[in-house]
Nanobody
Framework: QVQLMESGGGLVQPGESLRLSCKPSNSIFEFNAMGWYRQAPGKERELVATITLGGTIKYAEFADGRFILLRDTFKNTVDLQMNGLRPDDAAVYYC?????????WGQGAQVTVSS
């Protein structure tokens, strides 16, 4: 069974940056797509950014221009570089991997943005 290991969450001040990393238990190239979602308290889980096997990246509107999704073939990770963080970016961020219509989720990484 595939497992996704997330790292990099934490507490930052508004305007600061944070990098999340997702490492699967097998090769990142065994998935049709990988990416990050987030869920804030009282809200539904929403897409942040995804990358397909072919390398096509999709960003949510709130992430475009501030967040960067990176696929590191050497480290076998899919990272989310988040810049210019705002208080409304605070949420639990989940790594996602899709293969043959099946979703696998990480345990979640807490991101808190507060002064």
């Amino acid at each position: 069974q595939v497992q996704l290991m997330e790292s990099g969450g934490g507490l930052v001040q508004p305007g600061e940056s944070l990098r999340l990393s997702c490492k699967p238990s097998n090769s990142i190239f065994e998935f049709n797509a990988m990416g990050w979602y987030r869920q804030a308290p009282g809200k539904e889980r929403e897409l942040v950014a995804t990358i397909t096997l072919g390398g096509t990246i999709k960003y949510a509107e709130f992430a475009d221009g501030r967040f960067i999704l990176l696929r590191d073939t050497f480290k076998n990770t899919v990272d989310l570089q988040m810049n210019g963080l705002r208080p409304d970016d605070a949420a639990v961020y989940y790594c996602n991997a899709q293969v043959l219509g099946r979703n696998t989720w990480g345990q979640g990484a807490q991101v808190t943005v507060s002064s």
